[in-house]
């Protein structure tokens, strides 16, 4: 399910599974690289909603679904950092979240991504017709 939003190729599936598959990653350069971890985040973040494991209360419009996965991106970043033993640069943490919040506004303004993962875990009566998610985003 992940490969429709984040194709193994992608710069968020490759950092995801760069920080997953190696245990010394922060290792590499002095401080942390906050490239790898906002596109690791959002990755982890679409992958939480898309488990739906912990929606406790749906997102009812793209705003709302933008606002969960960039919650859920936060929360990534937050235990990536914690797990460091290198210090992020001064400013760093704001970039690592402007860049993830990037990442997921870019998914969420492809094709009819919004829509789709936004109907994901609705009831079929619950569904709401497909429509443009640029247009619901702006």
Not at 12 to 36: G, K, M, P, V, Y
Not at 79 to 95: D, K, M, V
Not at 113 to 134: F, I, K, T, W, Y
Request: charged share 25%.
């Amino acid at each position: 399910m992940m490969d429709r939003y984040y194709a193994p190729n992608t710069p968020e599936a490759r950092a995801h599974n760069h920080i997953e598959e190696n245990s010394n990653w922060e290792e590499e350069q002095a401080s942390l690289n906050e490239t790898l971890i906002a596109l690791g985040a959002s990755y982890k973040a679409l992958a939480r909603y898309i488990s739906g494991d912990d929606i406790y209360l749906m997102p009812r419009s793209i705003p709302e679904l933008e606002s969960k996965l960039k919650r859920y991106a936060y929360d990534a970043i937050h235990n990536t950092i914690s797990q460091s033993r290198a210090p992020l640069e001064r400013g760093g943490y704001s970039r690592v979240c402007f860049i993830a919040e990037q990442s997921i506004r870019s998914v969420l303004l492809t094709d009819n991504n919004g829509m789709d993962l936004l109907n994901m875990h609705r009831r079929p009566s619950e569904a709401m017709p497909r429509v443009q998610s640029r247009i619901a985003l702006k």
